[in-house]
Nanobody, 124 residues
Framework: QVQLVESGGGLVQAGGSLRLSCAASGRTFSSYAMGWFRQAPGKEREFVAAISWSGGNTYYADSVKGRFTISRDNAKNTVYLQMNSLKPEDTAVYYC?????????????????WGQGTQVTVSS
């Protein structure tokens, strides 16, 4: 069982930056692949970024590639999402998720545990 708690969301102007954190409970964090997803009002939850258990493999949605960076610190049981050059269309609730496998995946159905989400609002 893994419990995930996101933090770091907030209100930022377009072009600004935020860093989201996701703290995980449990001693087996390093065995999970981790992902970030987001859901805007009236839209389905969508993939943002994923990272393998070791951090050696990362994947990004085309819409955030080059602006967002996912990373993890297994010693701190934490995964991060650095978001730069934010746009109003990045406004959403951001969720972190854990998948009981070593390899990162973009497939939402493959994730086993989810956090409660943190709101990111980008003003124009």
């Amino acid at each position: 069982q893994v419990q995930l708690v996101e933090s770091g969301g907030g209100l930022v102007q377009a072009g600004g930056s935020l860093r989201l954190s996701c703290a995980a409970s449990g001693r087996t964090f390093s065995s999970y692949a981790m992902g970030w997803f987001r859901q805007a009002p009236g839209k389905e939850r969508e993939f943002v970024a994923a990272i393998s258990w070791s951090g050696g493999n990362t994947y990004y949605a085309d819409s955030v590639k080059g602006r967002f960076t996912i990373s993890r610190d297994n010693a701190k049981n934490t995964v991060y999402l650095q978001m730069n050059s934010l746009k109003p269309e990045d406004t959403a609730v951001y969720y972190c998720a854990a998948e009981r496998g070593h390899m990162a995946t973009m497939v939402i159905q493959e994730y086993d545990y989810w956090g409660q989400g943190t709101q990111v609002t980008v003003s124009s």
